[in-house]
């Protein structure tokens, strides 16, 4: 592999039981069998030299002589063999997604969004997008912290209790305050414009994001275990227990400039359709669509989807 992925989302289950599918049967896991060998061998061997003189008339000749001499000799070997063997296991893990990916391919089964698609297709989207969390949404947004922290520390209950503190001084006559208690008095008065200030920022800021706190809260409701990934053309509700990354960590990916890829099944496109409960009867076909009706609607106020929109369940998301 020339190059390393960031994996920000991954669904082993998903992604196991499709390989399971297409191989009938998934191997997470290969063995590799490393043999070695060696050869130990013994030889032995024996000789001898056997020699003597022969004298005989042979007819016709003269009597003579004759030497012989000759070698024998006998050897054995014997041989043994050793061998030991060595296991190397490869585990899929994150790979198994670009193993799925090249399964796809080369049955040609994963479309873009360049092409045509149906539902049920896999696809692959590479695109910028963001993270809409709608949990943080709610907690960043609650209306007495906002009010709190908004207006730098200072609280209803500090103020009432300043203010009584300088009613009580104003009916007492400045003349019979001695220099001290008059400076004191100047000093109260001045803190408790400061707070009157502040605690009204705090509250015009949390009555501007009233709104975004009842989207929060409900986003919430209805995606308690589910974080929005919003694309450029599509949106992927992602199960918060495969991301890779916590909820502060998912926040270093707002305004992120780099483009990512979603790998997928494509499930539906959206529809943004007038009120299905604006008449006077509402059948049971109706209710059925409540949920998806409540939720475009909310999202699409938002920007958050647009008519035709993809709508893709996740199966892995990575920066490449």
């Known amino acids: 592999m020339s190059y390393l992925r960031e994996y920000l989302y991954i669904d082993n289950i998903e992604i196991n039981s499709i390989l399971a599918q297409i191989n009938e049967g998934l191997n997470q896991k290969t063995t590799r069998a490393q043999k070695h060998q060696e050869i130990r061998e013994l030889s032995h061997s024996q000789s001898a030299n056997i020699g003597g003189e022969a004298k005989g008339k042979v007819p016709f000749l003269a009597e003579g002589g004759v030497n012989t001499s000759a070698q024998a000799g006998r050897g054995t070997n014997h041989g043994k063999s050793d061998s030991t063997e060595d296991l190397v296991e490869s585990v899929y893990n994150d790979y198994g997604v670009e193993v799925l990916e090249n399964e796809l391919k080369s049955q040609d089964l994963l479309r873009t969004d360049h092409e045509d698609l149906r539902y049920g297709d896999f696809v692959t989207f590479k695109q910028k997008f963001i993270v809409v969390d709608f949990s943080v949404i709610e907690a960043l947004t609650n209306q007495t912290m906002i009010k709190e922290t908004m207006s730098q520390g200072d609280t209803e209950s500090e103020f009432q209790r ?145 008519d035709n929109d993809f709508m893709i369940k996740p199966l892995a998301i990575y920066f490449s």
Do not use: W
């Open 162 to 306: 300043l203010r009584a503190t300088i009613q009580k001084q104003e009916k007492k006559s400045r003349h019979n305050m001695n220099e001290k208690e008059k400076a004191l008095f100047e000093q109260r008065k001045a803190q408790l414009n400061s707070m009157t200030e502040n605690i009204q920022q705090g509250e015009d800021i949390a009555y501007n994001t009233k709104s975004v706190h009842a989207f929060g809260e409900l986003g919430n409701a209805i995606f308690n275990d589910s974080v929005l990934v919003r694309g450029e053309n599509y949106n992927a509700y992602c199960e918060r227990k495969h991301f890779r990354l916590n909820k502060i960590q998912l926040s270093m990916l707002q305004n992120n400039t780099r483009s990512g890829t979603i790998l997928g099944v494509l499930e539906n496109r959206t529809r943004l359709i007038d009120n299905p409960f604006s008449g006077d009867d509402i059948s049971g076909k109706d209710l059925a669509k409540i949920d998806s009706y409540f939720l475009n609607t909310i999202l699409s106020n938002f920007n958050l989807l647009k």
